[in-house]
């Protein structure tokens, strides 16, 4: 924890972890306080406002969002850098919370590592929003502001609290608009799709057509080709190829079936038609390769 003194003003910053930090920030005189700070666009940005009011100033001043008192602001634009510049009026105190969009996602699921961010789909998005504080938000606001603690848990007092801050933040009712954050949106896009990927595997010998499955899941059909593109690389029924020709393959390795039955368990009626597959993938017959492997 650390408090910084620049040109602008002061705030003490708080390290909660890589990409993930806490600034405190107080204007206690009579006098509009100016604070800065640079924040790139790979960011999301919540502003709470506990007392006062504040002002955000973007492009060089030709644009400004306020903030009141038991107000938030949410900012994120992933096409340009939104660095803070704020404008503090006399008795304000803020706490602002900032992230990463990937570790952002990462307090949600383990899914994050699967969202891809900056695909033509998500390259445009943006997203201002102020909103009124609950009551339990301006709670935890005030203990992050206002705590009488050993300097040995400070640190660790204040990470519990931004992360209880940004749960209760999201904690929405279940038919609210979640385009209020179109990454969360994505969150659930890509749970669709793995789970696209795992019926796909799970019946591979007779798999479901593009729109069975795409209805299965709950995704149009085109976000169900474009995400699983996007996730994996490749389309659904080249992916599933690749997987069964290497599922046959790993049967073949262990002696224990013959090319019917192998070809049979990954949804081939006649052995010619998986041979041929076979032969496509690999270059070579199913029988072929087991000589191969005995010869070895």
Same mark, same amino acid.
């Given at each position: 924890?650390?408090?910084?003194?620049?040109?602008?003003?002061?705030?003490?910053?708080?390290?909660?972890?890589?990409?993930?930090?806490?600034?405190?920030?107080?204007?206690?005189?009579?006098?509009?306080?100016?604070?800065?700070?640079?924040?790139?666009?790979?960011?999301?940005?919540?502003?709470?406002?506990?007392?006062?009011?504040?002002?955000?100033?973007?492009?060089?001043?030709?644009?400004?969002?306020?903030?009141?008192?038991?107000?938030?602001?949410?900012?994120?634009?992933?096409?340009?850098?939104?660095? %803070?510049?704020?404008?503090?009026?006399?008795?304000?105190?803020?706490? $602002?919370?900032?992230?990463?969009?990937?570790?952002?996602?990462?307090?949600?699921?383990?899914?994050?590592?699967?969202?891809?961010?900056?695909?033509?789909?998500?390259?445009?998005?943006?997203?201002?929003?102020?909103?009124?504080?609950?009551?339990?938000?301006?709670?935890?606001? $005030?203990?992050?502001?206002?705590?009488?603690?050993?300097?040995?848990?400070?640190?660790?007092?204040?990470?519990?609290?931004?992360?209880?801050?940004?749960?209760?933040?999201?904690?929405?009712?279940?038919?609210?608009?979640?385009?209020?954050?179109?990454?969360?949106?994505?969150?659930?896009?890509?749970?669709?799709?793995?789970?696209?990927?795992?019926?796909?595997?799970?019946? %591979?010998?007779?798999?479901?057509?593009?729109?069975?499955?795409?209805?299965?899941?709950?995704?149009?059909?085109?976000?169900?080709?474009?995400?699983?593109?996007?996730?994996?690389?490749?389309?659904?029924?080249?992916?599933?190829?690749?997987?069964?020709?290497?599922?046959?393959?790993?049967?073949?390795?262990?002696?224990?079936?013959?090319?019917?039955?192998?070809?049979?368990?990954?949804?081939?009626?006649?052995?010619?038609?998986?041979?041929?597959?076979?032969?496509?993938?690999?270059?070579?017959?199913?029988?072929?390769?087991?000589?191969?492997?005995?010869?070895?």
């Amino acid at each position: 924890m650390e408090s910084k003194n620049i040109a602008q003003g002061s705030f003490e910053e708080v390290f909660i972890a890589e990409g993930f930090y806490v600034l405190k920030i107080q204007n206690d005189s009579t006098v509009v306080r100016k604070v800065g700070r640079e924040i790139d666009s790979s960011f999301i940005q919540f502003h709470f406002c506990l007392k006062g009011s504040a002002k955000f100033v973007f492009n060089q001043g030709r644009y400004a969002l306020d903030v009141s008192e038991e107000h938030s602001l949410l900012l994120y634009n992933t096409q340009i850098d939104l660095p %803070m510049n704020v404008e503090l009026n006399p008795n304000t105190w803020m706490v $602002s919370v900032v992230m990463t969009i990937r570790k952002f996602h990462a307090l949600f699921s383990a899914e994050a590592d699967y969202i891809p961010f900056l695909t033509a789909a998500n390259k445009e998005k943006k997203y201002y929003a102020q909103e009124g504080v609950s009551p339990a938000i301006a709670v935890i606001l $005030s203990q992050i502001m206002n705590y009488n603690l050993h300097p040995s848990i400070k640190e660790l007092y204040i990470k519990g609290k931004v992360y209880e801050l940004i749960s209760l933040y999201f904690n929405k009712n279940e038919d609210a608009d979640m385009e209020q954050c179109p990454f969360l949106v994505d969150e659930d896009n890509v749970r669709r799709i793995r789970q696209a990927k795992e019926i796909i595997i799970s019946r %591979m010998a007779e798999p479901p057509t593009l729109s069975e499955l795409a209805e299965e899941i709950g995704l149009s059909l085109k976000k169900l080709k474009e995400g699983f593109k996007q996730i994996y690389g490749d389309s659904v029924y080249s992916f599933l190829f690749d997987y069964k020709m290497e599922y046959a393959r790993k049967m073949l390795e262990t002696g224990r079936h013959n090319v019917n039955e192998v070809g049979l368990k990954v949804g081939y009626s006649t052995s010619s038609h998986f041979i041929s597959a076979f032969k496509k993938k690999y270059n070579t017959t199913p029988k072929k390769y087991l000589m191969s492997l005995t010869n070895a």
